[in-house]
């Protein structure tokens, strides 16, 4: 079975520092991976995904995260954290047949003036 | 080009009552994911449809909840005989299901906050 795991569930960073929220992931298979941002009382935004193609990949607001099979690794990162940056972040791990995703736990991600 | 939609946003149920939480997805999406966020907790999923039919429903409690996808009008996730432990923001996502489903983006709608009292 596929599985997810966030590695710390809140993360406290500084305008203007880097940003990183970590994940790891369990899968028989190649799998796909995905970042979504949640803010308060709101739906899931797709940041990034990664679907075996580079392993560096890109989004928006400036995320990016990369594909490391070695590790077994999809950490988010951000150079530069942004006020409007704080919210709630959640990696996920997509069943190949179906497309359902399996979540992590999710981490929150606050930012100091 | 409007979003995937959920009503109603806030339900508020007493214990005993029946829950409908409706869900329109994207234009040109055949495909409507439903998951469960539930307090202290991350997202679940619940059941996946597409036209007329339940593909997996492996995250579905056994009793009292059911989906629906109909050929016409929204998604529906009907919850018989509430009680207080299903107080939680149902989320529902559509995707375009073109082929390799595990690759496509699921877009979310905002949500239906579920309290039972």
């Known amino acids: 079975a596929q599985s997810v795991t966030q590695l710390g569930s809140h993360v406290s960073v500084s305008e203007g520092a880097l940003v990183l929220l970590r994940c790891n992931y369990s899968?028989?298979?190649?799998?796909?991976l995905f970042w979504y941002v949640q803010y308060p009382n709101q739906g899931l935004q797709l940041l990034l995904k990664y679907t075996s193609a580079a392993t560096l990949v890109k989004g928006i607001n400036g995320f990016e995260a990369e594909f490391k099979k070695s590790e077994t690794s999809f950490h988010l990162t951000k150079p530069s954290a942004h006020m409007s940056d704080a919210a709630e972040y959640f990696c996920a791990v997509s069943e190949r047949n179906t497309g359902k995703l399996i979540f992590g736990q999710g981490t929150t991600l606050q930012v100091k003036p | 080009n409007a979003g995937v939609m959920q009503n109603p946003r806030h339900l508020v149920r007493r214990r005993g009552q029946e829950a409908r939480l409706r869900c329109s997805p994207m234009?040109?999406?055949?495909?409507v994911y439903w998951y469960r966020q539930l307090p202290e907790e991350g997202l679940k999923f619940m059941v996946y449809?597409?036209?007329?039919?339940?593909?997996?429903e492996s995250g579905m409690p056994k009793e009292r909840f059911s989906a629906e996808f109909p050929k016409e009008g929204p998604s529906i996730l009907r919850i018989q005989q509430v009680v207080r432990g299903d107080s939680a923001a149902y989320f529902c996502?559509?995707?375009?299901?073109?082929?390799?489903?595990?690759?496509?983006?699921?877009?979310f709608g905002p949500g239906t906050r579920l309290t039972v009292l």
């Open positions: 449809l597409q036209k007329e039919n339940i593909i997996d």
């Open positions: 996502a559509s995707s375009m299901g073109t082929a390799g489903s595990g690759t496509d983006t699921q877009y």
């Open positions: 234009k040109g999406h055949s495909h």
């Open positions: 899968s028989s298979v190649p799998p796909y």
